[in-house]
């Protein structure tokens, strides 16, 4: 009786400070983190770490925020989950969790201190095992602080394992942001931004120092450069990124016609943001300090406008009846039995594509030669495909052979307009040179089923399985808008546009002639398999 009371007493003053100090302490620590260690930790990561740590490393504050953003996105989704949760919750914070918590903070900053003190003396490594047990012994002080023993493994059960995979999503967040940017690299995108901020700071009576030439702006003598990457074109990939998940998770609920008015809307409120951002970190330059202005406030004011742009998009939207379906019931008052999570047919049409891109950027980031990687993109991608197997099992698969025909014609118009091989693709040559020869003959197998099997069945379900099929709303104009649209983000995410984009038709014009999304999986499959066996008889992978 005691623990009912002290359970429906759990909303008084004393818990919910508590909750709060707490969430303010562990926010604090995230950006203490993230500033120490990029602006005072002298140190140069990748020549004394393995570059994927380095790579992962140096987005850490960037990852929490994304997950936060994305963990609290998916809450109101599924409500019931996170009552249970929340029922499991101490009636007040364990002292002893808080202490472990403070050992943690303390290991976390201790490879700071000993850089500090003995400045090139401690191998690296030390600093590694510091951080990584300091992150372990602070996330069981968390869990502990929070949860009883007893109960924290059956309240956390259910929520195990979509909770890992919406963790995994927020830190692959940015690099899946890093693989949209290209379509937002547009020099009038830097020219607007450039004059927008010059007419903010002239409207507010601001001395303003400008070079149009160099996209130089500044008050008096403190400069800053708007390039290409202060044009808002990160945020602007990332915001797509996250209403795009948005929109998949709530898209039982969501008119999908009228929800695409969030993608402008985003957009717009992304870019203004953004231009406010450089105006206001001038002005902080200019009449605070430069160094707060260009070590703090211009590397982290971004992600913090993301997080919250992005979280009250998805609040907002959520209450607006109009983009709700007429009588649409929330996931968590639905009394109707829903698939497991790898049984849900949007989840196997686009987590596949979603990792596929993820693990493409993460490898560029890490190699010289990401192509050598290859392999281990296709593992991760191969399991989530066997996770999803009753869902491609289920597909009607037959060979069509107007389909398997149109598909070896592109593989061939694909091969006879590639280009010279780059210097990437030479150093690629030599990297494969240096291979054993099983390692050798095992690469090539796996980049050979890749291309032909694994890709063409990855893209598909996403860009006509998927993006084609929820535009497609019955009646030519939208049939139409819906090729056009599947067809132009899949050329996008190739080098070269035109010839994707003339494959990306033919294969969407496939789908559409029966409504069988396998139709345009063997057509691409086909393509796919010429172009790789080009390759193999002649020995140049540049072209897949």
């Given at each position: 009786?005691?623990?009912?009371?002290?359970?429906?007493?759990?909303?008084?003053?004393?818990?919910?400070?508590?909750?709060?100090?707490?969430?303010?302490?562990?926010?604090?620590?995230?950006?203490?983190?993230?500033?120490?260690?990029?602006?005072?930790?002298?140190?140069?990561?990748?020549?004394?770490?393995?570059?994927?740590?380095?790579?992962?490393?140096?987005?850490?504050?960037?990852?929490?925020l994304s997950v936060v953003g994305i963990l609290t996105m998916a809450s109101m989704i599924r409500p019931a989950v996170l009552r249970q949760v929340a029922a499991a919750l101490r009636p007040t914070l364990a002292w002893d969790g808080i202490a472990l918590i403070a050992l943690g903070s303390v290991l976390i900053f201790a490879p700071w201190i000993l850089n500090k003190g003995l400045p090139g003396a401690v191998d690296p490594s030390v600093f590694v095992a510091l951080w990584l047990s300091g992150l372990a012994v602070a996330g069981a002080g968390l869990t502990h602080t929070l949860f009883p023993l007893k109960t924290v493994f059956a309240a956390l059960k259910p929520a195990a394992l979509p909770v890992s995979g919406l963790v995994a999503f927020g830190l692959l967040l940015p690099e899946m942001a890093l693989t949209l940017q290209p379509i937002?690299?547009?020099?009038?995108l830097s020219e607007l931004t450039f004059d927008t901020v010059i007419a903010a700071l002239t409207f507010?009576?601001?001395?303003?120092?400008?070079?149009?030439?160099?996209?130089?702006?500044?008050?008096?003598?403190?400069?800053?450069?708007?390039?290409?990457?202060?044009?808002g074109v990160e945020g602007l990939a990332l915001i797509t990124?996250?209403?795009?998940?948005?929109?998949?998770?709530?898209?039982?609920?969501?008119?999908?016609?009228?929800?695409?008015?969030?993608?402008?809307?985003?957009?717009?409120?992304?870019?203004?943001?953004n231009s406010i951002?450089?105006?206001?970190?001038?002005?902080?330059?200019?009449?605070v300090?430069?160094?707060?202005?260009?070590?703090?406030?211009?590397?982290?004011?971004?992600?913090?406008?993301?997080?919250?742009?992005?979280?009250?998009?998805a609040a907002g939207a959520h209450r607006v009846r109009w983009l709700q379906k007429s009588g649409a019931i929330s996931v968590a008052?639905?009394?109707?039995?829903?698939?497991?999570?790898?049984?849900?047919?949007?989840?196997?049409?686009?987590?596949?594509?979603?990792?596929?891109?993820?693990?493409?950027?993460?490898?560029?980031?890490?190699?010289?030669?990401?192509?050598?990687?290859?392999?281990?993109?296709?593992?991760?991608?191969?399991?989530?495909?066997?996770?999803?197997?009753?869902v491609v099992r289920a597909l009607p698969w037959r060979i069509d052979p107007l389909s398997l025909a149109t598909g070896l014609a592109c593989g061939?118009?694909?091969?006879?307009?590639?280009?010279?091989?780059?210097?990437?693709?030479?150093?690629?040559?030599?990297?494969?040179?240096?291979?054993s020869s099983v390692a050798f003959f095992g690469w090539i197998v796996v980049r050979l089923l890749g291309t032909s099997v694994v890709v063409p069945l990855v893209e598909e379900f996403f860009f006509r399985g998927y993006i084609l099929a929820k535009l497609d709303k019955g009646g030519m104009a939208w049939r139409i808008l819906a090729l056009v649209v599947s067809t132009g983000i899949f050329a996008a995410m190739h080098d070269r546009y035109i010839a994707a984009a003339l494959a990306g038709l033919l294969f969407g014009l496939i789908y559409l002639r029966r409504g069988n999304l396998t139709d345009a999986v063997i057509s691409h499959a086909g393509a796919n398999a010429v172009i790789a066996g080009w390759a193999l008889v002649h020995g140049d992978f540049s072209v897949i």
């Open positions: 009786m005691e623990y009912a009371d002290r359970m429906n007493g759990r909303s008084s003053t004393g818990p919910r400070a508590g909750l709060l100090l707490l969430a303010i302490f562990c926010v604090a620590l995230v950006v203490a983190a993230a500033l120490v260690y990029k602006h005072d930790f002298v140190f140069v990561c990748r020549d004394s770490l393995p570059t994927v740590f380095c790579a992962a490393l140096s987005g850490a504050a960037p990852r929490v937002w690299k547009m020099p009038w507010f009576g601001q001395p303003v120092v400008s070079d149009a030439t160099t996209k130089m702006i500044g008050i008096d003598e403190f400069m800053v450069l708007v390039g290409p990457q202060c044009s990124v996250f209403l795009a998940t948005y929109i998949f998770l709530f898209r039982d609920q969501l008119r999908l016609g009228r929800a695409l008015l969030l993608f402008p809307i985003g957009l717009v409120a992304s870019w203004t943001l951002r450089i105006a206001v970190l001038l002005l902080i330059g200019r009449y300090s430069p160094e707060l202005a260009i070590e703090g406030f211009h590397s982290h004011a971004g992600w913090l406008m993301f997080m919250l742009l992005s979280v009250s998009l008052e639905s009394t109707q039995p829903r698939p497991s999570f790898f049984a849900d047919r949007a989840t196997v049409l686009i987590l596949p594509f979603a990792v596929f891109m993820a693990s493409s950027t993460l490898t560029s980031a890490i190699s010289e030669t990401p192509a050598m990687l290859y392999p281990v993109r296709m593992a991760f991608v191969a399991v989530l495909i066997a996770l999803g197997w009753s061939a118009l694909w091969v006879a307009t590639s280009g010279p091989a780059s210097a990437t693709d030479a150093l690629l040559e030599s990297r494969l040179a240096e291979l």
